[in-house]
């Protein structure tokens, strides 16, 4: 029956109306309700458990391709018996994702969760204070952080669902201290639900014995995504390292999680500066100015403006960063930066400084553009765009900037792997992202005015 169920929203999608009404007045009322909760019918293949006695099933895919649905659902079927009261084959279920807040806005009460995707008469409870979900038939389901590997010393639990293993601060901690506790029940089970990332607790886990996985891209699920969205994230990222791993969801066996390497740079150094149709600089400031304040980020780029913004090319000229100043000297080097390049733009980070970023560099010099910008995710997710851009053969470096190079092969899609804040890679991407994806965004909605 499963097998003849995996084609059959295929087989709908692609009747005439007369058939798919057929189809559909055949159906009692009782089966015509049930229609829409059963998601053998729906799913696409690699949303379906695989055959086999299998202990661990690792959904890998990419970036909107059904992961998240496809773990709630089995979950699901895990936990419901034949009526809303009856139990289950699991009763006691742990639910883990990369924090708290996360676990609870994906897998709980996201539009792929858990509560979204149950019937109405067997809809969970969500306990707040106990941070639980609690069915009509008596199982519960427990959240987890995996910042917080302890907590999982000590509750015990017949079925697991893991979301997003690659990205957890403390992956492998947290790992083995949810299999200490998987161990209710004649056979317990888990799910993976990923997109891969290449770290040591997933490369292991897929090697193991006992463990299956499918996968499918992105646009397995093109019917439920935007078309702007696949056309855009293919345009900028198709031929990409990050467009293999966040698109084709593939786990790429090379340098670790690294989002750029020094072969890359080099291949892209120059010695003599081309004709620049603009230059900006970029400024990512330190909370404090005292002598073991972090950097203040300063970065130079050219921008070569040709054609359509998405294939423009761009120069790093200068890392002009300064260590352990006060607010008003690193100031200084940045408006001289900007004088002595002729940049037409200079922008800073204000998300620590606020006014007092803006404030400052005009006290030095009134007459600058100058334009605040503002983070709204992490590092990581700002610097993966600008890496991009490099793989695409659209970045170069006019001769070596060491400091600069060095924090850039310490990014990596975990965090920044070295000491203290990378505020040269900060300023990089800042200046690359205003010169580069900023155009790219208007020229696709000119109603954009900040990423």
């Known amino acids: 029956m499963r097998h003849g169920l995996k084609s059959g929203s295929a087989w709908l999608a692609c009747v005439d109306r007369d058939t798919e009404a057929a189809f559909l007045s055949s159906l009692n009322e009782n089966a015509l309700a049930a229609l829409p909760w059963l998601f053998e019918f729906w799913a696409l293949p690699h949303q379906l458990p695989p055959e086999g006695d299998w202990t661990t099933w690792v959904v890998l895919g990419g970036r909107g391709a059904g992961k998240t649905r496809a773990g709630a659902e089995w979950v699901r079927s895990m936990v419901e018996g034949a009526t809303p009261e009856a139990p289950g084959r699991a009763r006691r279920v742990a639910l883990i994702g990369e924090t708290y807040d996360q676990a609870l806005a994906v897998m709980v009460k996201g539009e792929s969760g858990l509560i979204a995707c149950s019937p109405p008469d067997r809809v969970p409870r969500w306990i707040a204070t106990e941070r639980k979900l609690v069915w009509p038939n008596g199982a519960e389901a427990k959240v987890f952080s995996a910042h917080d590997p302890e907590a999982l010393r000590g509750p015990q639990f017949d079925l697991a669902w893991s979301d997003e293993l690659a990205k957890w601060p403390k992956a492998q901690e947290t ?12 056979h317990p089970q888990q799910i993976v639900t990923t997109t891969p990332r290449n770290v040591p607790v997933l490369k292991t886990l897929l090697a193991r014995d006992r463990v299956a996985h499918t996968h499918a891209p992105t646009e397995a699920n093109a019917a439920y995504l935007a078309e702007s969205f696949l056309t855009e994230v293919r345009l900028r990222y198709g031929d990409t390292r990050l467009g293999r791993q966040e698109l084709d969801g593939v786990l790429l066996d090379d340098v670790e999680g690294a989002l750029w390497g020094r072969p890359e740079i080099d291949a892209g150094r120059i010695t003599e500066a081309p004709e620049l149709s603009r230059v900006i600089v970029a ?19 050219g921008i070569i403006e040709s054609g359509d913004p998405a294939c423009w090319r761009a120069v790093v000229l200068e890392d002009c960063s300064v260590q352990g100043v006060s607010p008003n000297q690193w100031a200084n080097a940045a408006v001289a930066a900007y004088h002595r390049h002729a940049a037409s733009r200079m922008v800073g980070e204000v998300n620590q400084g606020g006014q007092l970023v803006t404030d400052v560099v005009r006290s030095v010099d009134p007459t600058i553009n100058f334009r605040e910008v503002r983070a709204s995710v992490g590092k990581v997710a700002r610097a993966e765009p600008v890496a991009a851009l490099y793989e695409q053969g659209r970045v170069v470096h006019l001769g070596t900037h060491a400091e600069l190079e060095d924090e850039m092969c310490k990014m990596a899609v975990t965090g920044y792997e070295g000491q203290g804040s990378p505020d040269r890679v900060d300023a990089l991407v800042w200046a690359l992202t205003e010169g580069m994806l900023v155009p790219a965004k208007r020229r696709l909605n000119p109603a954009i005015r900040n990423l």
């Not at 790992?175 to 004649?186: H, N, S, V």
């Not at 400024?283 to 780029?301: E, Q």
């Open 283 to 301: 400024v990512d400031p330190p909370v404090t100015g005292h002598a073991d304040s972090d950097a203040c980020g300063i970065v130079v780029v």
């Open 175 to 186: 790992w083995d201290m949810l299999q200490f506790g998987l161990r209710l029940g004649q």
